[in-house]
Structure formats: C-alpha cells, structure tokens
C-alpha cells in the first residue's frame, strides 16, 4: 500500500462533531480511511474477544477496501464481519450483488475470521432480518465504514424511508429515483428498469449505535451530497447531516467530492 504523505492531505476541519480530511485524490483519502481504520483493528485488538465491524459497498469503498486489506498484520481473524445493505431479489452472483462485492473485495482477501452474509434472497425476510440483528447484537461492533450516497443516504436509508428514531434495527425499504439512477452511473446496472425496487438495510440508529464511524466519500458526482450533509439543518431530507451529532464520525474526501465546499472552493 501506497503510504499517505503529510502533503496529500489538503486540509481538516469539524463540522459539529464531524470530522473531515480532504486529500489531493481519491487513492489518498481511501488510504488515510484505511490507515484509521487498520488503527482501530489494532486498538480493538484484545486476547480472546472477537472485533464486530460492519463494512459499506459501493464506487466508494474500493480505494478504501483496497488499502485495508493491503495492510499487514490486521486480526483479521478475530473480525465479525457485516455488511449494511443488499438488494432484495438480486442473484448473489450478480455483478452488483453487495455479498460478491464483499467476497471479492474483502473476504477473499483477507483471513477474516467469520462474515455475516446479507441474504436478500431468503425465504423469510423479516425471520432472516431478525436473525441478523441478533448476531450483530451479539458481535456489538465498533467499527463501521460506510458512505454517502448522492442523495444524502446512509446504507439505504433514501430521504423518503429515513428515519432518526427508528424503532427497526433492519427494515426492508424503497429504492428512490436518484438512488437508484446513482447505481447506473456507477455502472452496475445497464440501465435503471434493472435496478431492484426494494432493499434490506440496516436502520440509522443501529449505524449510530457504533461508537466509530470511518466514512469515505470521494469523486466529483458526491459533491453535492457532501456540501449538503455539512450546510442543510439536520433532517431525512438529506440523512447524512445526522452524522453532525455523531460523536467520533471522520468523513474523508477527496478535492472533488470537497468541491462545492466554501473553505474548499475558495
């Protein structure tokens, strides 16, 4: 892995209690996540407990992915994987499936000690929901890595389906318009007739229940987003201004995704 020089980074700042580092790209800004993270692996790292972390998917996490897992020495096999989201429906070998996402990108890759499969395709979805909320219960992570999606969204919860004091811990939930026209720009579907409607994802307050949150945020089409989670007043019109009152939340960026950003821009 490439290291992050001192000069990579352009600037940080807090935002409430947000905080956030913009690099000179995105391979930067995706190896200052993985360095923080790796860190917190090893912080974690204690004889005879496992280590929960939920990892995101997405354009957004393959600078991020790719460093992490290029670090040595992580305990890797002490780690309860889960992952936040999957379409509901979709063939797990479907090249946007979240599970080959993760298989390929993480857990064939490192010796992770178990990963937590999100089953889209399970009989029962609300029996599987549960299931899966008990084993990450059990695995109480303290590490999640996520994004942002163009809409402001947090795993999938859109503005429409978001909601702060969410009594669920996983619900099935509606894809919106822009959600779902953000999978075709990033080119996992052909076209937005083949984008699933609906998805299982984990709720905002089960995310803000990990006390770290390493969020990677890069490229020109999350500027808007970004500028929005920082300047709107905290609501589900944009979810990811919520991450304003987390209490240990770094946002890394990239000068694109940075872009709209008046301290930035000017």
């Excluded at 600037?11 to 947000?18: A, C, D, E, P, V």
């Excluded at 080959?100 to 937590?116: A, I, K, N, S």
Aim: net charge negative.
């Amino acid at each position: 892995m490439r290291g992050v020089c001192l000069s990579d980074r352009v600037t940080s700042f807090k935002s409430g209690n947000l905080k956030l580092e913009v690099y000179s790209s995105k391979q930067s800004a995706g190896a200052a996540a993985a360095l923080a993270a790796a860190k917190e692996l090893r912080l974690l790292d204690s004889p005879g407990k496992s280590i929960g972390v939920i990892f995101a998917t997405g354009a957004s996490q393959f600078d991020t992915l790719d460093a992490l897992t290029s670090i040595p020495g992580l305990p890797w096999d002490k780690v309860q994987g889960f992952h936040m989201d999957e379409y509901l429906g979709l063939d797990a070998h479907h090249p946007a499936s979240f599970r080959l996402y993760l298989r390929q990108r993480l857990t064939r890759r490192v010796p992770m000690g178990e990963f937590h499969e999100m089953d889209g395709n399970a009989a029962d979805i609300d029996q599987f929901g549960r299931e899966y909320i008990h084993k990450l219960d059990l695995a109480n992570p303290k590490l999640c890595l996520l994004g942002i999606g163009e809409n402001g969204h947090l795993a999938f919860n859109d503005p429409g389906v978001a909601d702060f004091s969410d009594p669920q811990a996983i619900k099935v939930v509606a894809l919106d318009d822009m959600c779902r026209r953000q999978q075709v720009a990033e080119g996992w579907f052909a076209n937005l007739d083949s984008v699933p409607n609906q998805a299982l994802t984990l709720t905002i307050p089960t995310l803000f229940r990990v006390p770290k949150l390493i969020v990677s945020v890069p490229g020109l089409r999350k500027a808007q987003g970004v500028r929005r989670t920082l300047e709107e007043p905290i609501s589900t019109g944009c979810p990811s201004t919520i991450l304003r009152t987390h209490n240990d939340a770094t946002i890394y960026l990239d000068v694109d995704s940075a872009s709209e950003l008046e301290k930035i821009s000017s």
